[in-house]
C-alpha cells in the first residue's frame, strides 16, 4: 500500500569546499497519515540533512533513491510546490528577514499557499484575526506580528514564530528541526501543544530531536534511530526512555 | 554555485518585457528643426510667446554652456552625445493655452489612462468609477506634461480657492511674472553645470507651484512627464516656491517609449522653502531603461536642487529609481536658515546594463541645521551603481547634524555597487555620522520564503522591499504602494 509519505533508498551529498560529502546513505522511513514519528540520533548523522532535502533545498544533490509524497514525486517538485502540496519545515535556525514584516510575511505566504491550493486568497483582516488568535493561543507577545520577521526574536521567539506558520499554513506533514531546542520548560509546553493542536487524521509530523521531554509531550506513534546516514532501528514510543537512560552505543554497535 | 549559474540565466532572460509602459502615441506634433543653435532657443520663446527677459536669460544659459564641458566624475560610461542631431521642441499640435480637460486630445487622455495616470477630476472626487479590487484614492491634482508641452492640470479650481498656484510654468511667465522671474535660476542658476546650463536655454515646460503664506495644501500635487517623440530631448523645468508657514507635498512620474536609440532627459528642479516652511518632494522615476543587451532607454541627467531660505524650513526628498540607461542625478538642500532640516531618502534600482550614479549634496550653511541621508541601492543582472553624496558644513553651522546610511544590497555575481561619500567639516561643533552596508540576497533567505510557498521572485521582491522600508514608508501612501510594485516589476527575473 502507498503510504502517505515514502522515503526509500534515499541518498544524498553535499559539495562542501570542492570535496563531495556523502551524508544520506539509504534512508528507508515511511510515515502514514494521521501518525507523529521522531528521529533521534548522534550529531552529525544526517538528520537535518534528511529535512533540507525533503523540503527541497538546492545544495543537497540527491544521488539514489525516491520520496513519494501523496502519490506525487517529492524530489522533482520545487520547494514551493513542496509547501503548497502541504510539507512545512520549521527551521531549527530560523532565518530573519530585515524590513519584512512579520505579518505581511505570514499573509504573503499564507496566500501564495491558498492560491496554490485552488483556496480562495484572505484579505488582510481576515487573515490579521486569524494570526492574532494563533499567536495567542502560541503566547506570544501581540507585537511579533507587527516586527521584522525573526530580526531581534530571542531563541524561543523564533520557535514560537515557526509553530505560528505552521499553524496558519495548514500542512498536512510537517518537519519539525530541533524545535525544542533551546525552550524553557514552559516555552517547550506551549510550543508542543501547538504541534498537538494540528494532530488529526491527515496530518503527519516528522519530528527531529535530542530530548526525550518533547516527545513526552507529542507521544509519537513511532521513533528511528538514524546514524551515519541511514535509519539503523525503528520502534515503538518506549525507544525514547531507552535512548534517555543508555544513550546510542547500543544501536550503533548492533548497526555495526 | 547552482544559484548563481540560475541568476544568470534568468537575468538574461529578462527582456523589454517587463518595461509596461513602452507603447508609443500616435499623435500629430509640432517639432522644431533638428539642433541647437541661438535660432532654436528664440523659436522656443516665440512659440511660448515669452517676455524679452526670459529670451535674453535662455541665450546668456545657452553662451555658458557654449564654454562648459560635459562632466565625467560620475562613474558612468556612454558613447558621445550628438547634441545637434536632436529636437529641442515638441509640442502635440494643439491650440496653446490652458485647457479643461474637455478640451485635451482624446488621444492624450487614453495615454495617460494607460500609464495609470488620474486625469479625471469629478470621477476622483465623487469616489467613483474605482476600478475592481483598487482602493478609493485621495483626489491628487496633477500636471501631464507630453513631451516639451503641459497638457492638463487639475483640480486648478479647489487649488485656486485654497491660493495655491499650480500649473505650467510657460503659464506662470505669463500669470505670474514676477514670481517666476524673483526666483527662476535663484537655487540652480543657468551657469550651474553643463546640463543646467542646457535646461535654461532650452526648457520647454514644466511645473509651477506656488503656495502663499500660512497654507497647507490641500491635497497632493504631482506632475507626470512623458516622452513621446522620437529624437526629442525633453527639457522640463520645475518651479516650488514655498512661503512662510506653508507647506506642499508634490510628487512626480515618468515613462517614455521603449525605442532603441538613446534620449536625453536633462530637467532642473528648484524648491524654495521661507521661514516654517516645509517641501516634501517624491519621484518615482521610470523612464524607459533600455532593453536586456543595454540598447536604448533614457539618459538621465538631472538637477536638482532645494534651498532652505527661511529658519526652520525643511525640504524633503525621496526618490525611487527604476528607470533610464543612465541616472546622473543628486537632489540637493542648500541649509541655510537657522535650524533648517535637509532630507534625502533614495532607492535605486539598475538591472540588465543599467548604469546609476546618484545621491545628494547637504549643504550645511546657518546654526544647528540638520540632514538625514538614506540611500538603498539595488544592483542586479551586469547594471553597476553608484552612490555619491556630500555633507559639507560651513564654518558658521554650529551645531549642524547629519546621518547617513548607505545600504547597497547585490543580486547576482556581475553587478556592482559603489558608496563615495564626501564630507567637508569646516565646524569644530558639527556632528556628522556615516554608516554603510553591503549585503546580497543570502540562499538562506530565499530557501526559507520557497519553503512557506512564495515563488523565487516574491521572495526576491519581498526581500527588496525589506531592505527598501525606510525609504519606502516617506513615500506618500498610495504611492508607496506604486512604487512596491514597481521594484518587483524592476528585477523580474534577476533572481539570486
Redesign the interface.
Known sequence: MTQFLDISGLCARIDADGQEKEILRGVDLSIPPGEVHAIMGPNGCGKSTLSYVL?????YEVTAGSVTFHGKDLLEM???E???AGL??A?QA????????NA??LR???N??RR?RGQEELDAVAFLKTAREAAKALSMAPDMLKR?VNVGFSGGEKKRNEVL?MTL?QPSFAILDETDSGLDVDALRIVAEGVNRMRSPQFSALVITHHKRLLDYLKPDRIHVMAKGRIIHSGGPELAEQIDTEGYTRFLAEAA | MPAVTETREAVEKLGQSSYKWGFETDIDMDLAPKGLNEDTIRLISARKEEPEWLLEWRLAAYHAWLQMEEPKWAKVAYPPIDYQDAHYYAAPKKKPGPKSLDEVDPELLRTYEKLGIPLHEQAMLAGVEVPEGEEARMPVAVDAVFDSVSVVTTFRKTLEEAGVIFCPISEAVKDHPDLVRKYLGSVVPTGDNFYAALNSAVFTDGSFVYVPKGVRCPMELSTYFRINARNTGQFERTLIVVEDGASVSYLEGCTAPMRDENQLHAAVVELVAMEDASIKYSTVQNWYPGDENGRGGIYNFVTKRGACRGARSKISWTQVETGSAITWKYPSCILQGEGSVGEFYSVAVTNNHQQADTGTKMIHIGRNTRSTIIAKTISAGKSDSTYRGLVRVLPKASGARNFTQCDSLLIGDQCGAHTVPYIENRNMKARIEHEATTSKISEDQLFYCRQRGLSEEDAVGLIVNGFCRDVLKELPMEFAVEAQKLLQISLEGSVG
Open positions: 523540503a527541497g533545498r538546492e545544495d520545487e520547494p514551493e513542496r509547501a503548497a512545512f519545515l527551521f530560523p532565518i530573519e528577514l530585515p524590513g519584512v514584516n505581511n510575511f504573503t505566504a499564507v501564495a499557499v496554490a521584522n506558520q499554513l
